[in-house]
């Protein structure tokens, strides 16, 4: 099951407070407090991994490491390592009470959220002409606190809508082995599956159905994830009774969630053309082009078709290294 939205609590690491300490070797006297280390930071990395929030699910509270108090003989307390935590490309971090809101949208790229407290000052530091024999020192300042709330928003170069039955699944294995579940039924799968075509990121949006908007079938939950798609490849099936009350029919729970994604750039495919006689599928397309459509007969068993989906892909990356 895909962890895509989680909530948890971070705690940078605590100052290591300074010492007192003095020098017990003649000739020698004097403050040798050392101060202590600076606490962690957490920060928040991106990786490709679509998965990483599922370490948050039983791990709901973090906390990075200490600094280490101050020593005797100058030696200051080591400071705590930095603590990093993974999360998706696409992922958004919201402050539950500042409300404030992040986003990491690129591989690679770190968000500092929580800076560790400073490390108190030894007696040493407090030494001077008046005060040679200073017994002050300072407590390391404490690290700060979060509670966050991580939701991913899917970032993929194309997006595969349509009934779950549509054949979104067959096409995303025949382009980029991603091996997701395919079967021949009418219910919505329970978690968008993503593959690589060369640069381009290609994601399995789960089925809609008809009430998808209002949370039908987990719709609302699946529909954030079309959001940051550049194009919609619209799989519409050849078997459907009537093609375009299909395409009407997503097309209106996509509108009812966001009109936004109305405006998207789609190409529309007439899939599993393989399962019906040339006749029919022409008969189909007919239809569907009255109604202004452009549909492309397709099926995975087709390579003359397939060919023309890898042009599309083709173009769209291309697009994609422009901008």
Do not use: C
């Amino acid at each position: 099951m895909l962890i895509d939205e989680v909530k948890i609590k971070i705690h940078s690491g605590n100052g290591g407070k300074g010492a007192v300490a003095f020098n017990k070797n003649m000739m020698t006297l004097g403050p040798t407090g050392g101060s202590g280390g600076k606490g962690a930071d957490i920060y928040f990395e991106g990786v490709p991994d679509i998965g990483r929030l599922d370490r948050f699910r039983y791990e709901k509270s973090l906390e990075a490491e200490n600094g280490e108090d101050g020593r005797s003989q100058f030696r200051d307390g080591r400071d705590g390592k930095d603590l990093i935590l993974q999360v998706p490309v696409g992922t958004e971090i919201r402050d539950l009470q500042t409300k404030e809101v992040w986003e990491i949208t690129r591989i690679g790229e770190r968000l500092m959220l929580v800076k560790g407290g400073r490390g108190g000052k030894g007696n040493f530091l407090f030494r001077s002409s008046k005060n040679t024999s200073p017994r002050e020192s300072q407590p390391g300042l404490p690290g700060e606190k979060r509670k966050l709330f991580l939701e991913l928003k899917l970032i993929a170069d194309v997006g595969l809508i349509g009934f779950p039955n549509a054949g979104k699944s067959s096409l995303l294995n025949a382009l980029t082995n991603a091996k997701s579940k395919v079967a021949n039924y009418a219910f919505t799968t329970l978690e968008p599956n993503l593959g690589a075509w060369h640069d381009l990121i290609l994601a399995d949006i789960p089925g809609l159905i008809e009430g998808a908007h209002e949370g039908r079938g987990l719709g609302t939950k699946f529909l954030r994830h079309i959001e940051r798609t550049s194009v919609l490849f619209h799989l519409v099936s050849s078997e459907s009774e009537n093609p375009f009350e299909d395409y009407k029919t997503i097309r209106r729970e996509l509108g009812k969630y966001s009109p936004e994604l109305l405006k998207k750039k789609e190409l529309v495919f007439l899939s599993k053309s393989d399962e019906k006689t040339e006749k029919e599928i022409e008969r189909a397309v007919n239809m569907l082009r009255k109604k202004k459509l452009s549909p492309l007969p397709l099926s995975i068993l087709d390579e003359a078709s397939m060919k023309k989906v890898e042009r599309m892909l083709n173009e769209i990356q291309k697009e994609k290294q422009i901008s």
